[in-house]
């Protein structure tokens, strides 16, 4: 009674060669496959060259997993439509999947395209693929001019509520409190200069952190990419864990800063 030209079939749980089976007997000669793994539950995308035109990237930029995918590829859409990859900084695969403890799948799922008229306008841009930590997929950055740190600047005392999500500030405050007893001035004087000794050597820049640990987690996830190392994929769970305490620190300090301005 129907006809389909194009079918989409989200999150079809199953995947492998059950899943190519039932696919080859849905009639279509082209398709288009995200398997199904873990929380991901897949993607078909189903189609007859003859009646639909589709360019979909091919699997060349794939590592892992079973090939599911059509050879027919967009190069000619993209060369027809005189538009460039603008290419990435960092990692390859901008996806990633775990099967079990040693098998994984990746690929680029995502990409930037520029004309020309775009790069004569925006000379410096590039995109950039940034560490996974909350999603199987790598956060995508445009940015469209070179970037440059600002200075820090000396700033009068200020008490960050940030700092009530270390576990030792606590006992810093207690300790340092009972110094001086009865006279509030000194208490506070003593603590103020206790807490930005304390602020500078162990609570630290926030900001220098989040940057240090995203970078060792993109090298952890180019290694990773080359290699599986149960060591590096452990490394990795800890360290994206640290990552969320951080963000945790910082929505704290800018809810702290809108209120202050």
């Not at 060669?17 to 000669?29: E, P, S």
């Not at 901008?94 to 403890?101: A, E």
């Not at 963000?247 to 300090?253: A, F, H, N, P, V």
Request: hydrophobic share 40%.
């Amino acid at each position: 009674m129907y006809h389909f030209e194009v079918l989409a079939i989200f999150e079809p749980r199953i995947s492998g060669d059950r899943a190519c089976k039932v696919m080859d007997k849905l009639g279509f000669t082209d398709r288009f496959v995200v398997e199904s793994s873990g929380f991901s539950r897949g993607i078909w995308l189903l189609w007859s060259a003859s009646l639909v035109k589709l360019k979909i990237v091919g699997s060349e930029e794939k590592r892992g997993g079973r090939s599911c995918f059509s050879k027919t590829r967009f190069g000619d859409w993209i060369g027809n439509n005189k538009l460039v990859d603008l290419g990435f900084i960092s990692q390859k695969f901008t996806w990633m999947t775990r099967r079990g403890v040693r098998e994984e799948i990746w690929e680029r799922l995502d990409r930037a395209l520029y004309s020309m008229d775009w790069r004569s306008t925006f000379a410096e841009g590039f995109v950039q693929h940034l560490p996974r930590v909350s999603s199987d997929h790598c956060p995508i950055m445009l940015s469209l001019r070179s970037n440059h740190i600002p200075r820090n600047s000396l700033k009068p005392f200020r008490f960050e509520a940030m700092w009530l999500k270390h576990e030792q500030f606590g006992d810093l405050v207690r300790q340092r409190w009972g110094v001086h007893n009865g006279n509030i001035v000194e208490k506070v004087n003593s603590l103020t200069g206790k807490l930005r000794e304390w602020n500078r050597d162990t609570f630290g820049c926030i900001f220098q952190k989040k940057r240090r640990i995203l970078a060792r987690i993109n090298g952890i996830q180019n290694s990773l990419g080359v290699r599986f190392r149960l060591s590096l994929a452990n490394l990795e769970v800890k360290l994206r864990e640290e990552y969320n305490h951080i963000i945790e620190q910082e929505e704290i300090c800018w809810l702290q800063k809108s209120r202050n301005t």
